[in-house]
């Protein structure tokens, strides 16, 4: 399809498209949290209450066994990762796996931080994803499900067999609510506010099977652990987290705004509306990218691409053909002009990522949104690679 350098005459609604903090719920307000216990000790009746509820609203939504472990903790998915890692790692050999940036990041503090000595690396490049075929599941493993800046997903747990002997620690930050996890393949899962149901940050999420919380009551780490990591009291797990009881104090608006997200997930019909949104939005992008010759999808493999992180590369050859840094300043030039439009925000690949696109198809994005957005990226695209030829 050639593109256009002519302005396209309707507009996203919403021109949020940020794959974190993500987009509100449609129809949010302010007026949502007007019940938050704003000025009330997250230790009094309400506070536990409300804390209490967003635990047990998430098993419902997201169909968490009723013998796992579910708790609201600090520092968002990254402190939730980190505190399984610096918990429970160091028992036995363990299997890192990364395939863009965030995997990375654990792989670093494995390596350098934790300095954990039987420690194998498997990563795999942007867009593609490691053969799972080639993880031992005997040893633990941490992975990310879905690779935010890399826009590749796991397809499936058919891999990770159920009578493992390590535990899986599962990163799903911009997974959950989107994608059907199978929590009896996974021993610790966790997310963020941010992300799927357009919460608000600073608070994460940490699920934890039976066999994690065994982990943690007969393996003590000889390193230190900070305070807001430690989740046993005497050997035993300190149930008090996963009943609301926060390790510091939650902010209750951002609880609020939590409960809130999950009551409008629950009026969807719970996770299944979840997915079948997201899915409907990534196909508004992929019949777009299907009939447009100057975009592709980063992530090569289609059942790894991601319904919520979609990252697309440039690959005119204009523009794919030059230098790492003219491909990235081109891409930046688009993301800046659709910014100044107010069509589009946040839409920029990641920074450690191949320069190209990155937007959010979440559940709490409208497919009539990314419809627009389709034309208005066409515009871009067309405007930017006319200044190219008046500059030549």
């Not at 503090?109 to 867009?127: E, F, T």
């Not at 066999?211 to 900070?226: I, N």
């Not at 969807?268 to 010759?293: Q, Y």
């Not at 497919?367 to 066409?378: H, M, R």
């Amino acid at each position: 399809m050639s593109s256009t350098a002519t302005k396209p005459d309707v507009r996203p609604a919403n021109p949020n498209f940020s794959s974190g903090p993500c987009a509100k719920r449609p129809g949010w307000s302010l007026e949502a949290l007007t019940n938050a216990a704003l000025g009330r000790s997250h230790r009094a009746k309400i506070g536990k209450s409300k804390l209490l509820q967003a635990i047990e609203d998430t098993r419902e939504v997201l169909g968490v066994p009723a013998d796992y472990k579910i708790g609201i903790v600090p520092a968002s998915d990254t402190g939730a990762v980190e505190m399984a890692m610096w918990s429970m790692l160091g028992a036995r050999g363990v299997d890192m796996v990364a395939w863009e940036s965030f995997g990375e990041g654990w792989v670093t503090d494995a390596q350098k931080q934790l300095k954990l000595a039987d420690c194998r690396i498997l990563k795999a490049g942007y867009g593609e994803i490691v053969d799972f075929s080639e993880i031992d599941f005997d040893r633990d493993v941490v992975f990310t499900w879905n690779g935010t800046t890399s826009g590749v997903r796991v397809p499936t747990g058919d891999a990770i067999p159920a009578d493992r002997a390590g535990l899986t620690i599962c990163d799903a930050t911009s997974a959950a609510f989107a994608q059907d996890l199978p929590f009896d393949k996974l021993d610790v899962v966790t997310f963020s506010w941010q992300k799927v149901l357009g919460g608000e940050a600073a608070h994460g999420m940490l699920i934890l099977s039976p066999r994690a919380v065994e982990r943690l009551e007969s393996f003590t780490p000889e390193r230190p652990l900070p305070k807001i990591f430690r989740m046993t009291k005497g050997g035993k797990l300190n149930e008090g987290i996963f009943k609301g009881e926060t390790i510091n104090t939650p902010s209750m608006l951002c609880v609020e705004d939590y409960l809130d997200a999950l009551s409008w997930s629950k009026s969807l019909g719970g996770k299944e509306g979840l997915f079948a949104r997201a899915d409907a939005n990534f196909a508004a992008i992929d019949a777009w990218v299907a009939k447009t010759d100057w975009v592709d999808f980063l992530a090569v493999k289609p059942e790894t691409r991601s319904n919520t992180s979609v990252c697309l590369k440039i690959v005119d050859p204009d523009i794919a053909g030059r230098s790492d840094d003219e491909q990235a300043a081109f891409a930046k030039a688009m993301v800046t002009r659709l910014d100044k439009e107010g069509v589009a925000y946040d839409i920029g690949a990641y920074r450690d990522a191949p320069a190209g696109l990155r937007i959010w198809t979440g559940a709490t994005i409208e497919a009539s949104d990314l419809e627009a957005l389709t034309a208005w990226l066409d515009w871009a695209f067309a405007a930017e690679k006319s200044e190219l030829a008046k500059a030549a």
